[in-house]
């Protein structure tokens, strides 16, 4: 199979509008899941991995690329499931029964659900948040981003990005730091308004 380039998997931005909702209080136990995950996605930072963006079959349920390798998908993906949420399986499971709403079609020519790609694809995963999750106000204060949050850019030209709000602040903004994959391996930024924001999340898993 011939390997896929960056496009296939962080390229095309989703541009069907979304309807933001306020947030809502999360529960004790909503909080403490938004913790873990902010120190999962901190240990992230630990890392190396070098930004390799080829199709790969992996196992599934549970399945990963090579640990010493991957993009900006990847980093969200290994943070949840060090807190016990399997992306690509609630991403391939919602694929399956609602095929027709993520962009696949449209932009890669799949006709239908591949667990080895679906979920690494941040077009997909935008839908998914969407549908299983809240959808975020997009706005230019800082202070509307919490921690546990992901967020999606657009870098320019429609190749889009995403990474997730941790606890730990910027010395010079106060801003609070992204942990993103955007070529060199895991990092923890003062990116936030560095590109321009596509979409804001938050999803505790299924069932929460």
């Known amino acids: 199979m011939k390997p896929f380039t960056t496009s296939v998997l962080c390229v095309f931005a989703l541009l069907v509008p979304a309807v933001p909702q ?4 999360a529960s004790a ?12 996605a901190i240990e992230r930072t630990h ?28 980093e969200i993906i290994r943070s949840y499931r060090a807190v016990g949420v399997d992306l690509q399986k609630e991403v391939h499971e919602d694929m399956l029964q609602n095929f027709s709403a993520y962009p696949n079609k449209r ?12 979920h690494r ?22 202070e509307d981003y919490a921690p546990g949050d992901l967020v999606t850019w657009d870098l320019s030209s429609n190749v889009p990005h995403i990474g997730i709000v941790v606890d730990r602040r910027s010395q010079w903004t106060g801003r609070f730091l992204i942990v993103h994959n955007i ?13 321009k924001i ?5 999803y505790f898993g299924p069932g929460r």
């Open 29 to 40: 136990a909503q909080e403490q899941f938004l913790h873990r995950l902010v120190e999962a």
């Open 47 to 74: 890392h190396p991995a070098r930004y390799v963006s080829e199709y790969v079959r992996i196992p599934y349920p549970g399945g990963d690329v090579p640990a010493d390798t991957g993009v900006c998908t990847d």
């Open 198 to 202: 596509t979409g804001h999340y938050r």
């Open 22 to 25: 306020t947030r809502t209080p």
């Open 121 to 142: 694809r941040v077009p997909n995963l935008m839908v998914f948040f969407e549908r299983r999750g809240e959808s975020l106000p997009i706005t230019d204060q800082a």
């Open 107 to 118: 932009r890669w020519r799949s006709s239908h659900p591949d667990s080895n790609i679906d």
């Open 183 to 195: 070529g060199q391996g895991p990092k923890m930024e003062d990116v936030l308004f560095d590109w």
